[in-house]
């Protein structure tokens, strides 16, 4: 492998293969439905919030990619459901679905030999494709962390859990 190809695959592992921290799909495997609503104690936000916020920032992030006219989201409403907003299961699962789709859509463009990794992105040239998976990978990575942390205080990991 070369250096491009080295790069673009440790990218790609950084969006999804256990490294420093757990991978997406196992820190939200086996949590309970009947509690996807619920809030820890001293915590403004649901599990689902949490979620919701992963995908909705990530999504933010591939349209800033993809979008030469893109306009950023208002904050907090754009990158947060509203507070009171609860989900169901179908929710949960469109969010699980939706957030795995568009990381699969920025490894698809990161694993493109096309895709200059370096060069300035339409909608803000001070920006790179690089930049902005690394971006994506630490967000995701610190709020996967925190889902975990939540679902201890929560009690909702399934038992056996290490």
């Given at each position: 492998?070369?250096?491009d190809q080295?790069?673009?695959q440790q990218?790609?592992?950084?969006l ?32 689902w919030?949490?979620l ?49 789709a ?17 060069a ?7 920006y790179t ?24 205080v ?9």
């Amino acid at each position: 492998m070369n250096a491009d190809q080295v790069l673009r695959q440790q990218l790609v592992n950084l969006l999804r293969v256990s490294q420093a921290h757990a991978p997406f799909e196992a820190i939200v495997a086996d949590f309970p439905a009947a509690r996807i609503n619920d809030r820890a104690p001293n915590v403004s936000y649901s599990p689902w919030h949490l979620l919701e916020h992963i995908r909705l920032t990530q999504l933010d992030i591939l349209d800033f990619i993809r979008d030469p006219n893109y306009v950023s989201r208002p904050w907090p409403a754009g990158y947060w459901p509203a507070p009171g907003t609860h989900a169901d299961s179908t929710a949960w699962q469109r969010t699980i679905h939706d957030y795995l789709a568009d990381r699969d859509a920025l490894e698809r463009i990161v694993l493109d030999p096309a895709t200059d990794l370096c060069a300035p992105l339409p909608a803000g040239d001070k920006y790179t494709i690089l930049r902005e998976i690394l971006v994506v990978a630490d967000h995701t990575a610190y709020h996967v962390g925190e889902f975990g942390i939540l679902r201890q205080v929560m009690g909702t990991w399934p038992p056996g859990h290490e």
